[in-house]
């Protein structure tokens, strides 16, 4: 007597990147501040950062230090840097690495782009917020305050560019921190049901992938005019300023 094969159990395959559901308390609240915060303020200090005040050292020396003095003197700077980049940076990416080693993005058992995506996006989270922590720290609390010698601001990140493993920490860092915002935003509005449907949601994708490739040329660019332009070596070698009248990034050379 013939029988019937029942028909096999369908798989479930978990995907890349779950979806924000609500009534999971305290940790769907979290996510949410952490998608958040990706945004605003953490996207916006990038946005800012990267295409307006780093775009400025392509004009020189001169427009960097008026964009570096514009920021310093802003009312209430000290609050404004703490609750608007540094603690928002904190949370966004301790929280990111929580997330992170709680999570399974399925990338060799089931290679899909949404997957790959999603585990692109943890470890350029990972690079970006180290690169941010240690660039916040040399620019803001080493050396010179820049808040009181905005003029030496130019020549603080030459020095730092000139060195070639730096440099290379820099470029990395610096795609890293644009792709995870870039494709950030597109994850935000998908989570947050601000743009639905396959379609849409696909040209949304490439409208980030533009702006990633648009903040990486501009963040490139920048990082050129600091190694390359405006600046000559003296016979000690180290980097001199190159604007009339100013040596030796504004001390007296011996």
């Known amino acids: 007597m013939a029988t019937t094969a029942s028909p096999a159990a369908p798989i479930s395959i978990k995907r890349g990147v779950a979806p924000l559901r609500a009534g999971q308390g305290t940790s769907f609240f979290l996510r949410r ?3 958040l915060t990706g945004i605003i303020p953490v996207g916006a200090f990038l946005f800012e950062h990267i295409l307006i005040s780093n775009a ?3 004009s020189g020396p001169d427009a960097y230090a008026r964009q570096v003095s514009f920021l310093a003197n802003l009312p209430l700077v000290f609050f404004l840097e703490l609750f608007g980049i540094w603690l928002p940076i904190l949370f966004h990416g301790l929280y990111g690495f929580y997330i992170w080693f709680r999570g399974d993005g399925n990338t060799i058992a089931y290679p899909w782009t949404g997957n790959w995506m999603y585990t692109l996006q943890r470890w350029t989270g990972g690079i970006a917020f180290v690169y941010i922590v240690w660039h916040t720290w040399t620019m803001r609390f080493t050396g010179v305050d820049l808040h009181e010698a905005a003029a030496q601001s130019f020549p603080k990140v030459q020095n730092e560019v000139h060195n070639p493993l ?4 820099y470029i990395v860092g610096l795609i890293a921190a644009s792709w995870h915002f870039a494709y950030g935003i597109w994850l935000f509005s998908a989570k947050w049901g601000i743009v639905t449907g396959d379609k849409a949601q696909a040209r949304l994708l ?3 992938m533009a702006f990633f490739f648009l903040l990486s040329v501009v963040g490139l ?3 050129y005019t600091f190694r390359t332009r405006f600046q000559q070596s003296n ?3 180290n980097i001199v300023d ?3 009248g100013i040596e030796n990034h504004g001390r007296p050379v011996n």
Do not use: D, Q
């Not at 730096?166 to 920490?169: G, H, R, S, T």
């Open 33 to 35: 501040l952490h998608s």
């Open 56 to 58: 400025t050292a392509i």
């Open 166 to 169: 730096l440099l290379a920490f």
């Open 206 to 208: 490439r409208l980030c």
């Open 221 to 223: 660019a920048s990082l």
């Open 235 to 237: 016979p000690g070698g």
């Open 242 to 244: 190159a604007r009339p």
